[in-house]
């Protein structure tokens, strides 16, 4: 089995040209990873689900995800599942949680005092 159940059942509520993409999204998240990284023909992080299918087709269907599934890093977000960001696509939650670490890292460092 290439992809899980449950990275499926997601896919199955979109149209047949992103459930690819989605489904290593989701794979990728599964295993610990918070976005997949596309730059040039390289692909991050290279799952087995990619040794599998053509890693080409799987570039190509983040590339060609539709406008209503992907959230371009601009803020506020909407409900759009994908947010991409610098070459980065992310589930929405991960997105948020990493700018929310982000800020939070900033601010401490503002904060502190060094001597």
Do not use: W
Request: glycine content about 6%; charged content about 25%; aromatic content about 10%.
């Amino acid at each position: 089995m290439i992809f899980e159940e449950i990275d499926r059942l997601f896919a199955k509520r979109c149209s047949q040209e992103d459930s690819l993409a989605l489904c290593y999204l989701f794979a990728a998240a599964r295993r610990g990873h918070h976005c997949v990284s596309i730059k040039g023909n390289t692909l991050e992080p290279l799952l087995p689900e990619a040794l599998v299918l053509d890693k080409v087709a799987i570039i190509e269907s983040f590339l060609q995800l539709p406008e209503g599934a992907v959230q371009e890093d601009l803020l506020p977000l909407n409900l759009k599942p994908v947010v991409h960001s610098g070459g980065h696509y992310y589930l929405q939650k991960y997105f948020l949680l990493e700018n929310g670490i982000q800020k939070e890292l900033k601010r401490v460092a503002k904060a502190s005092v060094f001597f």
